[in-house]
């Protein structure tokens, strides 16, 4: 088991888009990944928020409820997307401390390769539809942040420095 650093913002990694995978992912990288998001009780981890530049993401939405329903997307896309968006307030590991409203789609349609390559595709709603949606934005280097509006913005950069070390 290996605990992974996790990036923070502003790094700049966070906000470059990644490349697609290409062959397999290694399972000790993917094993670290979960170690690193569950010791940081976190419900999904992205790829780049660990310096890996490659579009892949692993989650787990029902850990802290003893429901555990691990998964690895890899190269996700998102097919299709329920069109009346639900704002809720969103946390990122890779934005300690600061809470976002952010509106999403309630439901989406993914397809994505499984570490084995089998390719899958599902519809999500609720909770899972969201975090999906957020670890897939970390892969397109877009931060919770950039859903607000300037001056929200604004407002959650400079409560996010002040609360910094």
Same mark, same amino acid.
């Given at each position: 088991?290996s605990?992974l650093?996790?990036?923070?913002w502003?790094?700049?990694?966070?906000?470059?888009?990644?490349?697609?995978?290409?062959?397999?992912?290694?399972?000790?990288?993917i094993?670290?990944?979960f170690?690193? =998001?569950?010791?940081?009780?976190?419900?999904?981890?992205?790829?780049?928020?660990?310096g890996?530049m490659?579009?892949?993401f692993?989650?787990?939405?029902g850990?802290?409820e003893?429901?555990?329903?691990?998964m #690895?997307m890899?190269?996700?896309v998102? =097919?299709?997307?329920?069109?009346v968006?639900?704002?809720?307030?969103?946390?990122c590991l890779?934005i300690?401390?600061?809470?976002?409203?952010?509106s999403?789609?309630?439901?989406?349609t #993914?397809q994505w390769?499984?570490p084995e390559?089998?390719?899958?595709?599902?519809?999500?709603?609720?909770?899972?539809?969201?975090?999906i949606?957020?670890?897939?934005?970390h892969?397109?280097? #877009?931060?919770?942040l950039?859903?607000?509006d300037?001056p929200?913005?604004?407002?959650c950069l400079?409560?996010?420095?002040?609360?910094?070390?």
């Amino acid at each position: 088991m290996s605990i992974l650093q996790i990036l923070t913002w502003p790094d700049e990694r966070l906000s470059q888009r990644c490349a697609p995978v290409e062959g397999i992912v290694p399972d000790d990288l993917i094993r670290d990944m979960f170690d690193t =998001m569950y010791a940081a009780k976190g419900r999904g981890l992205a790829a780049p928020q660990v310096g890996v530049m490659q579009r892949f993401f692993v989650m787990d939405v029902g850990w802290k409820e003893a429901t555990p329903s691990p998964m #690895v997307m890899i190269n996700p896309v998102i =097919m299709a997307a329920e069109r009346v968006p639900v704002e809720m307030e969103e946390v990122c590991l890779s934005i300690p401390g600061l809470s976002v409203p952010v509106s999403r789609p309630k439901a989406v349609t #993914v397809q994505w390769t499984a570490p084995e390559g089998d390719i899958h595709m599902a519809d999500f709603d609720g909770f899972e539809a969201r975090c999906i949606q957020h670890e897939f934005d970390h892969l397109n280097g #877009v931060i919770s942040l950039d859903h607000l509006d300037e001056p929200s913005r604004i407002a959650c950069l400079t409560a996010y420095e002040k609360a910094r070390p």
